[in-house]
């Protein structure tokens, strides 16, 4: 079993929907959870973190957690083709600086 | 807004030679790391770095790898007698703790080639 799972797309959503990301960790002791995004050929860019269950949002961005279930998801309101690139979701086993295990990424495209 | 540099950004050597991948974190951050991602994979942590010493590494970061913070600024990836599987963008990262968060901003990445 992989250690963060995602679905790799890839996912089109037309302009201005909503598009949902999602992504599933087999450690359970996992404390911190990341999403970033990646344009093709550029670095990860953090966009959101997560630590606690329930919802955190950040403009146009919904980052969800459930432990319980493992998973956690990003939603991104009002799509734009801006928002076309590839989401990473990272998780982080034990509070402290430690290393981040990233998923394979789902590859998004905004169509206008 | 401050942000992670790195240098080169592409390098390429021959196999069996030694590169060293340079970063200059963010200026109040104590955390670094380095990863690496292999075209078309999923990016791999390879080490972390505080006060002076590594903290955690991975498997794929043997003898091969060290890393260095030779003064207040650089922290370097060095990577002797490259091999072909090498080729990689190598991420460099920093991160200040908030608490018990730790977020961490990633560099622009060198991209290295061996041939």
């Known amino acids: ?112 | 807004e401050p942000e992670v540099t790195q240098t080169p950004s592409h390098q390429v050597t021959q196999m069996g030679q030694e590169v060293i991948l340079r970063c200059v974190p963010i200026s109040n951050h104590l955390y670094f790391y380095w990863y690496r991602q292999i075209l078309g994979q999923k990016v791999e942590f390879l080490v972390s770095f505080y006060n002076n010493e590594i903290s955690e590494k991975s498997e794929i970061f043997d003898d091969q790898f060290s890393v260095e913070r030779p003064d207040g600024s650089n922290f370097t990836l060095k990577i002797r007698s490259t091999k072909l599987e090498d080729s990689a963008m190598y991420f460099c990262a920093s991160s200040v703790a908030w608490g018990t968060v730790y977020e961490q901003y990633f560099g622009p990445g060198t991209r290295l080639t061996v041939t």
Request: proline letters at 4%; aromatic letters at 10%; glycine letters at 8%.
């Open chain 1, 1 to 112: 079993q992989k250690e963060v799972e995602q679905n790799s797309g890839p996912l089109s959503v037309p302009e201005g929907a909503i598009a949902s990301l999602n992504c599933t960790y087999s450690d359970r002791v996992s404390q911190s959870f990341f999403w970033y995004r990646q344009y093709s050929g550029k670095s990860p860019e953090l966009i959101m973190s997560i630590y606690s269950n329930g919802d955190k949002e950040d403009g146009r961005f919904t980052a969800q957690l459930n432990k319980a279930s493992q998973y956690v998801s990003l939603l991104i309101r009002d799509s734009q083709p801006s928002d076309s690139a590839t989401y990473l979701c990272a998780v982080n086993r034990i509070q402290g600086a430690q290393k981040l295990v990233f998923g394979q990424g789902t590859r998004l495209t905004i169509n206008p």
